[in-house]
C-alpha cells in the first residue's frame, strides 16, 4: 500500500508543471483571441492601421476633405451655371476670352461658396458631435439611473391603479 501511495503522490514541481499545462502562462498572446468569424475572416489592426484611421476620422481631416470636395463640386455646377446662364456684362457680341473670363469668375464663385459651406458644416457638426459623445460617455449612467427610477415609479403606478381597479 506504501508503494501505491507514494506513486500516487506529486512532488510541488510537478503540480507546477501540470498547472503550467493545463492553464498555460499567464501571458496572453494576440494569436489566442478567439473571434467570431460569422461574416468572414476577421483581421486584427495593427498599431499603424489604427493611426492611421484614427487620422482619417479625425475633425480636422473630415474638414478639409469636405472643402476639397465643396471646392470641385462648387466648381462644377459653377461651370455648368455660367455656360447655361445669359451673358450679364453686356448686349453685344462678346469676344471668346470675355466668354472664358466670365465663366472663369463664375466657377471660382460656386466654388468658393461650397468650399466654404462644407468646410463650416463639417468642422461645426463634427465639433458637436465629439463634444456630445464624451458628454454621454460622462453622463450615460446617470441618465440609466434616471431612467429606470421613472421606469419603476410608472411601473408601481400601473401596478397600484390595476389593484385599485381589481378591488373596485
Known sequence: MSDNEEKRRLS??????????????????????????????????????????????????????????????????????????????????????????????????YAKNFALIGLMFSAIECTIESVMTKRNKIFSLLYMNEFCRVEVKVIGKMVLMQAVLLVV
Open 12 to 109: 510541488n514541481e510537478d503540480w507546477v508543471n501540470l498547472t503550467n499545462f493545463f492553464l498555460g502562462n499567464n501571458t496572453r498572446y494576440r494569436e489566442n483571441i478567439v473571434i467570431p468569424k460569422n461574416l468572414g475572416p476577421v483581421k486584427l489592426k495593427s498599431d499603424e492601421e489604427k493611426m492611421v484611421e484614427a487620422a482619417f476620422e479625425s475633425c480636422a481631416f473630415k474638414s478639409v476633405m469636405s472643402c476639397v470636395i465643396g471646392y470641385g463640386l462648387g466648381a462644377a455646377i459653377g461651370l455648368f451655371s455660367s455656360s447655361m446662364g445669359p451673358p450679364t456684362v453686356e448686349l453685344e457680341q462678346q469676344t471668346a476670352r470675355q466668354v472664358f473670363k466670365e465663366m472663369k469668375t463664375t466657377t471660382l464663385s
